[in-house]
């Protein structure tokens, strides 16, 4: 677990193991970043309950080798905080990853990312709501320059299109996954100093899988034994990539840096889609994509450069 900051070490993402912190957010939002791309080629292949419980057995089993040891020592610790854990495998594990491959079968990739947009501002009206931050015009100032970079990358720098905008299930299941996102970041705050980072981690998969497993066992509609090898390769990395990798990275930028800053990092994604889209299909990268681009990272760099877990880390 990180130690906090004290008032006079050097805050921002020059202080000691923030510049690590920082690059674990880049690479946690470059893996899910995969995982949306993944989730819409594979959504008609697999149903969003069968694909989310074999995403988190294979990041189960990737991290017991390394967590079981931890896992045990901490269970008197874990089960006299089943709430906690409950509220994590709930929110982080089963529903978050249920609603965007939900959505992904009826939305673009595209519009899924511009849905992401609201994650910054709800995980800061959240930390204000629960008198953990306060809200600074630097913070309002980050945010805003934030949106506008998405809406720039996401509209081609045509604003205008925006009024034509229209909400459908696609959107409806997103907006629910960005709720989920934020109460899951929010909780990482509160994550109790006695039970390891890793151990907390495949606490909170367990259980994710146990709400999961009975549902995908009655509703879930793939017959596994029919889908294809490249299929099983995307799901291996969902597992792996996007699932056990990432969300380590992501607590440990959360623990960190706290969740206000970090949650700036999800407006990443369309920057990385674009990139991605760049280098693997051959589309070309516009002005209104660099302008977005600029403005986002300009944003990140905005809000984590206050230091914020100088008063908000646990």
């Given at each position: 677990m990180s130690?906090?900051?004290s008032?006079?070490e050097p805050s921002?993402p020059l202080?000691t ?14 893996l899910w970043?995969?995982n949306?791309v993944?989730?819409r080629i594979m959504?008609?292949?697999?149903d969003?309950?069968?694909?989310t419980?074999?995403?988190?057995l294979?990041?189960l ?9 931890p896992l045990?020592?901490?269970?008197r610790?874990?089960?006299r905080?089943?709430y ?15 609603c965007v491959y939900s959505a992904l ?8 990312t511009?849905?992401l947009a609201?994650?910054?501002f709800?995980?800061?009206t ?5 008198g953990k931050a306060?809200?600074r015009l630097?913070d309002g100032?980050?945010?805003l320059?934030?949106v ?6 996401l ?5 205008e ?7 459908g299930?696609?959107?409806?299941w997103?907006?629910l996954a960005?709720?989920a996102?934020?109460v899951?970041t929010?909780?990482l ?10 151990a907390?981690?495949?606490a909170s998969?367990?259980?994710?899988l ?7 066992g009655m509703?879930?509609?793939t017959?596994?034994t029919l889908?294809p090898l490249?299929v099983?390769?995307g799901v291996?990395y ?24 970090a949650g700036?990092?999800?407006?990443l994604?369309?920057?990385?889609s674009?990139?991605l889209a760049?280098?693997l299909?051959?589309?070309t ?7 977005g681009a600029?403005?986002?990272l300009?944003a990140?760099?905005l ?7 100088s008063?908000?880390v646990?």
């Amino acid at each position: 677990m990180s130690r906090p900051l004290s008032s006079d070490e050097p805050s921002g993402p020059l202080a000691t193991g923030n510049g690590i912190a920082l690059a674990a957010l880049v690479l946690t939002v470059l893996l899910w970043s995969g995982n949306f791309v993944a989730g819409r080629i594979m959504g008609g292949l697999i149903d969003p309950l069968t694909l989310t419980s074999l995403r988190w057995l294979i990041a189960l089993a990737g991290i017991l080798p390394f967590a079981a040891v931890p896992l045990w020592r901490s269970r008197r610790a874990l089960m006299r905080r089943w709430y906690f854990v409950a509220g994590l495998g709930l929110t982080g594990v089963a529903l978050f990853n249920v609603c965007v491959y939900s959505a992904l079968q009826r939305i673009p990739v595209a519009s899924a990312t511009l849905m992401l947009a609201v994650v910054p501002f709800a995980i800061l009206t959240g930390s204000v709501l629960l008198g953990k931050a306060r809200l600074r015009l630097k913070d309002g100032a980050a945010l805003l320059v934030s949106v506008i970079g998405v809406l720039i990358l996401l509209t081609d720098g045509h604003l205008e299109s925006l009024m034509g905008l229209k909400f459908g299930a696609g959107d409806l299941w997103m907006l629910l996954a960005v709720l989920a996102w934020t109460v899951y970041t929010l909780l990482l705050r509160a994550s109790p100093a006695d039970v390891p980072p890793d151990a907390m981690l495949a606490a909170s998969m367990i259980a994710g899988l146990v709400l999961l497993l009975p549902l995908a066992g009655m509703w879930g509609t793939t017959d596994l034994t029919l889908l294809p090898l490249p299929v099983w390769g995307g799901v291996l990395y969902v597992g792996l990539g996007a699932s056990l990798v990432a969300f380590w990275c992501w607590g440990f930028g959360v623990r960190r840096i706290g969740p206000e800053a970090a949650g700036f990092f999800i407006n990443l994604m369309p920057v990385f889609s674009a990139v991605l889209a760049w280098l693997l299909l051959g589309e070309t990268l516009g002005a209104s994509q660099m302008a977005g681009a600029a403005a986002i990272l300009g944003a990140i760099v905005l809000s984590s450069w206050r230091g914020p877990a100088s008063k908000s880390v646990r």
